[in-house]
């Protein structure tokens, strides 16, 4: 299984660099990442250059041993998959049909899913019911289901996520991040999710980087990454982790962190 490197990136809009010189551990298949960090800290932007999105100004993205940083989009597409944080598009579609869409977009000889796969994903879903629905009929929560089964289907061997759990109730939240770890590990993908609920991603996340105004403050095991420390420099705020009675981490936040006065994401960088 080959690991997604990524190696002195930078991206700019315009004359604005956003990602600076950025260096990560290799992320690897077969675990779940978290992409951490506050408001406007490059997230969003490094995931669409990951996926080949925006053009980078300077630095490497490899998967395994081949170069993706020049790669075509259509070369490109064929191993990674990106669900960008707004909902899809509400085209006048059936759910069902969408996600087959989706599967026939990526098909390649050696997977071609067909229609029992796409029942059987939804089923897992938890949105059977809603195969016969149209797109555009659906709640803002059910359409992010929708986005991650046409992601999904693509069994792609990257699998960018950027919040896709900001709809969805606590139930599906825990529910989506189960199923990814199962996919995850079954099928060796290497998955990056952009989460903003450190509770979710200590509990649910394997390995995590921490972005602060476009370069990385740490990355390492969640539970590493996850501290008072880093806490307090990139979302200023005083937090405590401590143990539940179940023996998992859990993050409580007692009160800004005074000495920042603003929000840490508000400072020009
Ligand atoms: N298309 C764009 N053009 C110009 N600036 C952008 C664009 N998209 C994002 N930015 C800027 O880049 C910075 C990082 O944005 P983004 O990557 O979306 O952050 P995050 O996802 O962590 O909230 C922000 O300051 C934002 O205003
Ligand atoms: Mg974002």
Do not use: W
Not at 152 to 172: F, G, K, T
Not at 252 to 264: F, V
């Amino acid at each position: 299984m080959s690991a997604l490197s990524v190696d002195d990136l930078s991206v700019a809009y315009g004359r604005r660099r956003i990602i600076d010189g950025l260096t990560a551990q290799p992320i690897e298949a077969g675990r779940v990442t978290a992409l951490l960090g506050p408001n406007g800290s490059g997230k969003s932007t490094l995931l669409k250059a990951l996926a080949g999105l925006v053009r980078t100004v300077s630095g490497n993205i490899r998967l395994g041993t081949q170069d993706l940083t020049h790669a075509s989009f259509a070369e490109r597409a064929r191993h990674v998959v990106y669900l960008p944080q707004s909902l899809p598009a509400s085209v006048h579609l059936r759910v069902f049909e969408s996600v087959l869409v989706a599967a026939h977009a990526q098909a390649q000889a050696t997977h071609r899913p067909d229609l029992d796969a796409v029942e059987a994903l939804l089923e897992r879903l938890g949105i059977a019911h809603l195969a016969s629905a149209y797109l555009d009929q659906l709640s803002g929560g059910q359409k992010q289901l929708v986005g991650l089964a046409q992601a999904l289907i693509r069994r792609p061997r990257v699998l960018l996520l950027d919040e896709p759990l900001s709809a969805l109730d606590l139930n599906y939240q825990f529910h989506v991040m189960d199923l990814l770890h199962q996919e995850t590990q079954a099928h060796g993908l290497i998955t990056v999710i952009v989460l903003h609920d450190i509770n979710i991603a200590l509990r649910h996340t394997d390995h995590a980087l921490m972005l602060h105004q476009g370069k990385l403050l740490t990355d390492g095991p969640s539970a590493d990454v996850i501290s008072s420390e880093t806490l307090r420099t990139v979302y200023g705020v005083q937090a405590r982790v401590e143990r539940c009675s179940h023996g998992f981490p859990h993050v409580m936040i007692d009160a800004l962190d005074t000495a920042h006065g603003s929000h840490p994401g508000s400072q020009s960088s």
